[in-house]
């Protein structure tokens, strides 16, 4: 038995997500946390490949890293579990100072059961695939059949128990049970076991969540019956692997989403069926109880995709956390966004050295160059990580992303302040319409600490504020550049005269600001 006095980690409380009044908070170590991640590569999780994803995430500057534990190295055997890569993850995470996301990829990693160990994936009698209305059998295992969902709970718990035992220093943080849930290539199984459940009455939890009358899938649900059907039964599926999981050891969880396109879907099938995708997130909301949010995975570089994303994934009822995003340089700026949502995290997605890369989703490869904007944006973020947690978790976090064509972009800040983030400009002087950046690759956020106190950063941007009534001109009482050491202020300078006489000019340098705002009377 473990020693507690002797050992001030094992004290550590258990992170935990925290939803109050529509906000949202990630508690790590006791306070809101931001995770400003990468994701590995897929098959990254075993030592060797491990060396080269601590480089590319020190490079980045993130605080965490995603990474898969695959069924098939976790229990290769049925009921003979191997810890040691789990083991070696969290020593090395501890020793490259990094907090973990795990994600378990064992039912579904897209779709498919690919990660599930030989002794599951090879077995169809026992562990059926799911089953097209043509007759057809799809590489996507049946949420129906409870001998999958008792081996694959079984394991999950397994690993939650281990974790318990082996990680009071709270190294994980986070866990994601499955990868992107859903089928594609059909949007329902069609076999008898499915077709009997389908036929009969929608379950009392989802007619009460969406306020709907009983009646069968189809007649509740019409045309989208079929696919209501398959994300009731995959949410429930990956809730109850999630419920045995937390019993053992409560960690955070989520459920990622392969998106479908906000304004042009197309068919469930085409995209994954059944998956938390935007039209599913209700049903996802009534089926799993125990998954804390539902996080979509971005690669849609365009500025109204990417936006709109945000905009349906951060809900009073669900806290927005990018649990993927793509790396190619577009991506960046999308970190002010995302935060600026009141999210909890961010995490581009293919940030190792290993040597792939998943373009034209992402880079080509994961080089210097292509982690360098993502660490600019960390690093600015970085210099007050808890404050900006905090702020988020209390719905004063402001920020936006540039959007082409857009030079210009307001912010409300409060009733008494609005700024303007404004895009290619000097530092010095200028009038006239901005150009906005060669590429789009600006953007800025903004905490509120207090009705006239804001902190400020930005990213190849100039930040302007203005009083939000008449017959008064905003004069800087102070604007300090400094960084936090945890939450206590550290002060580095205060800016004036050029530094602030055409605005607060953001480059590629990592500065933070607390700005004290104050008026005189214009007349
Ligand atoms: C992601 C990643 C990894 C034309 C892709 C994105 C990760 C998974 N899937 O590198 O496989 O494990 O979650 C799917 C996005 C498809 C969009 C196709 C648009």
Redesign the pocket.
Same mark, same amino acid.
């Given at each position: 038995r473990r020693d507690t006095r002797s050992d001030p980690a094992a004290e550590r409380p258990i992170p935990r997500f925290e939803s109050k009044d529509g906000k949202h908070a990630l508690i790590v170590d006791g306070a809101p946390f931001l995770v400003l991640g990468g994701q590995a590569h897929?098959s990254s999780n075993y030592p060797e490949p491990l060396k080269q994803v601590w480089p590319a995430l020190d490079e980045l500057g993130a605080n965490t890293l995603s990474i898969s534990i695959a069924w098939e190295q976790f229990e290769p055997e049925e009921g003979r579990f191997d810890f040691s890569f789990v083991d070696h993850l969290l020593e090395q995470a501890r020793a490259h100072d990094k907090r973990l996301i795990l994600l378990w990829f064992a039912t579904w990693?897209?779709n498919g059961p690919n990660y599930a160990p030989r002794w599951v994936k090879l077995d169809n009698a026992r562990f059926p695939r799911l089953v097209r209305e043509d007759g057809q059998v799809l590489n996507s295992l049946s949420p129906h059949a409870p001998a999958t969902l008792e081996a694959d709970r079984k394991a999950f718990a397994r690993l939650m128990t281990h974790l318990r035992e082996h990680d009071p220093q709270r190294t994980v943080i986070m866990v994601q049970p499955q990868?992107?849930p859903g089928t594609y290539g059909g949007v329902r199984d069609f076999s008898p076991l499915a077709q009997q459940a389908f036929d009969g009455p929608v379950p009392e939890a989802l007619l009460a969540h969406l306020g709907k009358s009983p009646g069968t899938w189809r007649e509740v649900f019409g045309a989208d019956a079929d696919e209501t059907f398959h994300a009731w039964h995959i949410a429930r599926y990956i809730d109850q692997v999630a419920e045995a999981g937390k019993a053992e050891y409560p960690l955070p969880m989520y459920v990622?989403a392969?998106l479908r396109g906000p304004f042009n879907p197309g068919q469930p099938g085409q995209y994954a069926s059944g998956g938390p995708t935007d039209n599913m997130l209700d049903v996802y909301k009534a089926a799993a109880k125990h998954i804390d949010l539902l996080a979509p995975?971005i690669?849609m570089p365009e500025h109204l995709l990417y936006t709109t994303v945000l905009e349906r994934y951060a809900r009073p009822d669900n806290a927005l956390f990018v649990a993927?995003t793509g790396n190619t340089p577009a991506y960046a700026r999308y970190l002010f966004a995302a935060l600026g949502h009141d999210g909890i995290g961010w995490v581009p997605? +293919?940030m190792d050295y290993t040597p792939y890369g998943?373009w034209p989703? +992402?880079a080509k490869r994961t080089t210097p160059e292509t982690i360098a904007p993502f660490a600019q944006a960390f690093a600015r973020i970085n210099l007050g990580m808890r404050v900006f947690a905090k702020a988020a978790s209390e719905g004063r976090l402001h920020g936006v992303s540039e959007a082409p064509g857009v030079p210009e972009q307001q912010i409300r800040l409060n009733d008494r302040w609005n700024a303007t983030i404004a895009y290619g400009l000097p530092h010095f002087w200028f009038q006239g319409v901005p150009p906005g950046n060669p590429e789009p690759i600006g953007g800025a956020l903004i905490a509120e600490l207090g009705p006239d106190e804001f902190l400020v950063t930005g990213m190849h941007a100039r930040v302007t504020i203005q009083p939000a009534r008449d017959g008064v001109a905003m004069i800087y009482d102070r604007v300090e550049e400094g960084r936090y050491a945890d939450t206590a202020w550290e002060f580095h300078r205060n800016w004036n005269g050029d530094q602030t006489d055409y605005g607060l000019n953001f480059s590629e340098a990592a500065q933070l600001l607390r700005v004290t705002l104050a008026t005189y009377p214009t007349r």
């Open positions: 897929n990693k897209n990868n992107e990622n392969a995975d690669y993927e997605f +293919g998943n989703l +992402g």
